[in-house]
RNA sequence: GCGUCUGUAGCUCAGUAGGUAGAGCACUCCCCUUUUAAGGGAUAGGUCGCGCGUUCGAAUCGCGCCAGACGCACCA
């Protein structure tokens, strides 16, 4: 039977917890912060590894150096210890031939996970691994938690995903998927600064969410006592900025949000670039879209011939280009051109097994035949041209066929990656567009487009022609860096609270 | 939102027709001074995701809930 003074559990946890803490509480003792302010590292472990990549097994230097990192592992009592900074790894090693013998005591004060400083010659062991032989060394930060196993790692996804530092710490590999997304951002900058194009900022918090069809979030302003939106979108503000004509190219690299499922390529919020460049068309977004996708493959990967998952996919331009309803001929022998209406292209969608129950326009239909029948087989980079007119509410009618625009979604790996016009920049024209989008937003159709009427207006003083394109960013990354889901490339994806 | 699967020590995983939980790593102590997942020895560590139920007895069976993965739906 249990008795009244029945013992709290203690975890290990919190033992180890504890013990750190008592650890830390001896060095102060020893008049030593656990959490001291600075240390000057002279180099860093590639840094190290590359210089002394030649010298011998066994061969010891007089070249003095300090190193910092976090220990990720220790052997023989402490003698060896591995440092791993953000460059890579480097053994310590710690003799009592070479350190005073009561600095050496304070090693057993030390855990895996601390992270320390050390300063000692270079040498290679007998054994081949580059060392640093240690004559001192500084505690720089104590841990309190203890880091996963060395061996299987951290395998769990969800660890991985809410606490990506132990992630980070813990797996090269999510470490090179962070940098290479970094490096991915900055050669499209790069790119873009090379074509004279300025980067900008536009609000993400608005009055109205429009440029996508897309749920947003709200929010409100208490000092305004006003309701406000997070931006589903860069386009409309961008364009903006096109009529003012601070530069005829400019582009945004940002967040937007979406008030949506999430999935395997589906963040609420995500990252986009958009770009626009006055007097070009939908032709030169297709030119610049393939430029700056192989640019910063090859940048990046030293190649345009990726691999991802079981595909092997070649970016190197140019790009196939096939229009929408040629390619839906292609893959299901029907010609939906020839509907003139909705009837007869749900008709025709019937005939191949398509559901059309949501659709309410020829668009709407033909959209949905080439989500089903045409897009998983795109695995390699095609421009798919020319869009309907009903479900492309920006984009300008095409200059050869009044059904039509000039749009094209660019798909690798049977995903969309890039969207993209001859931007519509008639008024008139434009405000008819939007009101059909609050149409059917008035029956029902959630993600249709808000009239924004102040874009309206800016185009009303004169926009010239222009190409405009919105790109991924996130599965750009998952594309270059192999990433089955969009997870694996926002470092802090967004997940239900635990309760 | 629907379906399938998953949740056991800090991490990676076992687990018995239902009988009250185990390993390796990490932690603590001892031995060991040229290791590479170092080694040897001894400890300690658990509301078995949460709750309710069935049962003499539940990590195990049932129901509900929470979280996650995948698929569908939604969405570019």
């Known amino acids: 039977m249990q008795e009244n003074n029945k013992q709290e559990s203690v975890s290990s946890i919190d033992i180890i917890r504890e013990g750190r803490i008592n650890k830390a509480q001896e060095l102060r003792d020893k008049g030593i912060n656990p959490y001291p302010y600075k240390f000057n590292k002279t180099a860093s472990a590639k840094e190290l590894q590359e210089k002394y990549k030649d010298l011998k097994e066994g061969e010891e230097t007089t070249d003095r150096y300090s190193v910092a990192g976090r220990v990720i592992a220790i052997r023989n009592s402490g003698m060896f210890i591995d440092l791993m900074d953000d460059s890579g790894k480097i053994q310590i090693f710690s003799h009592k031939q070479n350190i005073d013998a009561e600095k050496l005591k304070l090693l057993k004060l030390i855990d895996i996970g601390d992270i320390m400083g050390f300063i000692g010659d270079i040498r290679r062991t007998p054994r081949g691994e580059l060392s640093i032989k240690a004559v001192d060394f500084e505690v720089l930060t104590k841990s309190l938690k203890p880091l996963p196993e060395k061996f299987h790692g951290l395998t769990d996804v969800e660890t991985k995903y809410r606490k990506r530092y132990v992630d980070l710490i813990i797996n090269e590999e999510t470490r090179q998927t962070f940098k290479k997304r970094s490096l991915i951002?900055?050669?499209?900058?790069?790119?873009?600064?090379?074509?004279?194009?300025?980067?900008?900022?536009?609000?993400?918090?608005?009055?109205?969410?429009?440029?996508?069809?897309?749920?947003?979030?709200?929010?409100?302003?208490?000092?305004?006592?006003?309701?406000?939106?997070?931006?589903?979108?860069?386009?409309?503000?961008?364009?903006?900025?096109?009529?003012?004509?601070?530069?005829?190219?400019?582009?945004?690299?940002?967040?937007?949000?979406?008030?949506?499922?999430?999935?395997?390529?589906?963040?609420?919020?995500?990252?986009?670039?958009?770009?626009?460049?006055?007097?070009?068309?939908?032709?030169?977004?297709?030119?610049?879209?393939?430029?700056?996708?192989?640019?910063?493959?090859?940048?990046?990967?030293?190649?345009?011939?990726?691999?991802?998952?079981?595909?092997?996919?070649?970016?190197?331009?140019?790009?196939?280009?096939?229009?929408?309803?040629?390619?839906?001929?292609?893959?299901?022998?029907?010609?939906?051109?020839?509907?003139?209406?909705?009837?007869?292209?749900?008709?025709?969608?019937?005939?191949?097994?398509?559901?059309?129950?949501?659709?309410?326009?020829?668009?709407?239909?033909?959209?949905?035949?080439?989500?089903?029948?045409?897009?998983?087989?795109?695995?390699?980079?095609?421009?798919?041209?020319?869009?309907?007119?009903?479900?492309?509410?920006?984009?300008?009618?095409?200059?050869?066929?009044?059904?039509?625009?000039?749009?094209?979604?660019?798909?690798?790996?049977?995903?969309?990656?890039?969207?993209?016009?001859?931007?519509?920049?008639?008024?008139?024209?434009?405000?008819?567009?939007?009101?059909?989008?609050?149409?059917?937003?008035?029956?029902?159709?959630?993600?249709?487009?808000?009239?924004d009427d102040d874009f309206i207006e800016a185009l009303e003083y004169g926009m010239p022609p222009t190409g405009g394109m919105g790109m991924g960013i996130d599965r750009l990354v998952m594309l270059l860096t192999n990433s089955p889901t969009i997870r694996d490339v926002i470092a802090f994806p967004t997940m239900k609270n635990k309760q």
């Open 185 to 451: 951002i900055q050669k499209i900058r790069e790119f873009l600064a090379q074509r004279g194009y300025l980067e900008v900022d536009t609000p993400i918090l608005q009055t109205v969410a429009s440029g996508a069809n897309a749920r947003p979030f709200t929010t409100h302003h208490n000092a305004l006592d006003m309701d406000m939106t997070m931006r589903i979108a860069l386009e409309l503000y961008l364009k903006r900025l096109i009529v003012g004509g601070v530069s005829e190219k400019v582009y945004e690299i940002g967040k937007c949000f979406r008030n949506e499922g999430i999935d395997t390529r589906h963040n609420p919020e995500f990252t986009m670039i958009e770009l626009y460049q006055a007097y070009a068309d939908y032709n030169d977004m297709m030119e610049l879209t393939e430029n700056m996708v192989a640019y910063v493959a090859k940048e990046v990967l030293g190649t345009t011939k990726i691999k991802y998952g079981e595909n092997e996919i070649d970016l190197t331009p140019p790009w196939d280009r096939k229009t929408m309803i040629g390619a839906i001929e292609e893959y299901t022998g029907k010609d939906f051109m020839s509907c003139s209406n909705l009837e007869e292209a749900v008709k025709m969608a019937e005939t191949i097994g398509v559901n059309t129950a949501e659709c309410s326009s020829w668009g709407q239909v033909i959209d949905a035949v080439f989500e089903e029948k045409v897009e998983p087989s795109l695995i390699q980079p095609v421009h798919i041209i020319d869009y309907p007119l009903e479900i492309s509410p920006l984009a300008k009618v095409h200059r050869s066929n009044k059904r039509l625009t000039e749009r094209f979604e660019t798909r690798v790996n049977g995903w969309e990656i890039a969207n993209a016009f001859s931007e519509l920049t008639d008024p008139i024209d434009q405000r008819q567009r939007f009101e059909a989008q609050a149409l059917a937003k008035a029956n029902g159709d959630e993600e249709a487009m808000e009239i």
